[in-house]
């Protein structure tokens, strides 16, 4: 008889490259216990588009993410959007950024920043 593996699904994952900027971005400003917040928006190309911004603290209905020394703090309302998501960070021609791949997304629009569902 085979035994059954459990298997605990991670709401959302930090891609090696975000975790390295965030714990660089965490130590230029001097304040470790900043976290990253990820929410989502009305507006766009595509109907919704993605944020990023620093938490100090984490409100009742944040999902709070953790990833050793970095977290992800996201709002209730963005995170039935962003569920099964990776957090990227990525440097080229256009700029540096944080980015969202999301497997909930029908579409985007062509920059990445936008999205629908």
Known sequence: ????????????????????????????????????????????????QYGFDFAESVDDDDTLIEFGEVALVVDELSYQYLVGSTVDYEEG???????????????????GASFMV
């Open 93 to 111: 021609l256009a700029g540096a950024r944080f980015l969202v791949q999301n497997p909930n997304a029908t579409t985007t629009c062509g920059c």
């Open 1 to 48: 008889m085979s035994g059954a593996e459990s298997f605990v699904p991670t709401p959302m994952m930090l891609s090696d490259a975000a975790r390295k900027r965030l714990q660089g971005l965490l130590k230029e400003e001097g304040k470790p216990d900043l976290k990253l917040r990820v929410y989502v928006t009305g507006g766009g190309c595509s109907g919704f």
